[in-house]
């Protein structure tokens, strides 16, 4: 099939990758968005996707708006049969999605119905899913809503952070896309409606819900960390300025300390919850890079029962 691959960050090239080795379809085209100010400079920097096509010899599309008539004419000029999708970040309007005859397809990460929208792996974590995996779905004009291809599944490790199981997805998913487009191509593949039970919502996560709350479970505050890293990352106020929580972990034998309340040794730093504490592995402070958190307890000189959140 003639391809138009749409995606945008990092976690989108190894599909498109896939989909260029595949050696059965032509990616004829990708759709990306714009280039994007980036570093110290501030410089505009086409993104990973972009950058990957332009490597391949690719043709590629940054719209404003998918919704654009240049876009639109330039889409159906090229005719493509299908137009597979991974983390584009923009909505499609209906007249981008009649283009191809055999539609939009997306790959998600996640299981769906569940987690629907722009975060699902965070969400994943954050509410403890032990696991989860990918979809390929026919994209329609609801959100995350279409009719399923395929699915693979993952297991969410104790440790992973949100960075961790989207890479594996990722690669993982690739291999489910490609497949996606050969099953529909020879006619193997048909779209099986989601069920009506088990939707639930991922909605992008905000900086202001990623702070942190001390009275919350050990376990709770260990996954909100580790849904919110590496973006937007978790964080907590000390002496009035915020200090990012990079890695933490429950400490089940520690539990004589008030939510919020420190306590620093030598080579460990404890906060307490509203179970049991948690260590703090590594913060980031307000305008500097990750440290360790003894080393940061050592510098800051933390007074007996100081708190964070305050």
């Known amino acids: 099939m003639k391809l138009v691959f749409a995606g945008t960050p990092e976690v989108a090239v190894p599909a498109l990758d896939a ?29 990973p996707v972009a950058q990957r096509a332009e490597e391949a010899g690719i043709e590629v ?14 889409l159906r000029e090229i005719g493509p049969d299908c137009c597979p999708v991974v983390a584009y970040g923009a909505l ?36 403890g899913d032990e696991v989860t995996g990918a979809s390929t779905f026919l994209i329609e004009e609801g959100l995350d809503s279409g009719p399923v291809y395929g699915v693979l599944t993952e297991e969410v490790r104790p440790t992973d952070t949100s960075g961790d199981l989207l890479t594996r997805l990722a690669f993982a998913g690739s291999g489910l896309l490609a497949a996606t487009m050969d ?9 099986v409606p ?7 919502l991922a909605p992008k996560l905000t900086v202001e819900g990623a702070r942190t709350d001390w009275a919350a479970p050990a376990l709770r505050v260990d996954r909100l960390v580790r849904g919110c890293t590496p973006a937007p990352g978790a964080w907590t ?33 404890y906060v307490g919850t509203g179970s049991h504490a948690v260590e703090l592995l590594w913060v980031q402070p307000q305008g500097k890079k990750p440290m360790r958190a003894a080393d940061w307890a050592r510098g800051v000189r933390i007074a007996p029962s100081e708190t964070l959140g305050a």
Do not use: Y
């Not at 987690?115 to 954050?126: E, S, Y």
């Not at 099953?183 to 779209?191: R, Y």
């Open 61 to 74: 599309l940054k719209p404003v708006k998918p919704r654009d008539e240049d876009f639109l004419a330039r």
């Open 19 to 47: 989909l260029i080795a595949s050696g059965r379809h032509e990616v004829a085209a990708v759709v990306t968005r714009p280039d994007a100010p980036a570093g110290r400079g501030r410089k505009l920097v086409a993104s």
């Open 92 to 127: 499609l309007p209906k007249a981008a999605l009649d283009v191809p005859a055999r539609g939009w397809v997306n790959l998600h990460f996640s299981l769906l119905p569940a987690w629907r929208g722009a975060a699902p792996v965070q969400h994943a974590i954050i509410a």
């Open 237 to 269: 106020v000390f002496r009035g300025e915020r200090l990012k929580l990079v890695a933490v972990t429950p400490v089940p034998d520690r539990t004589d300390l008030a939510p919020g309340e420190l306590s620093a040794a030598k080579n460990n730093v």
């Open 183 to 191: 099953g529909i191509e020879d006619g193997t593949l048909h779209a």
């Open 194 to 200: 989601q069920p009506h039970e088990g939707i639930s």
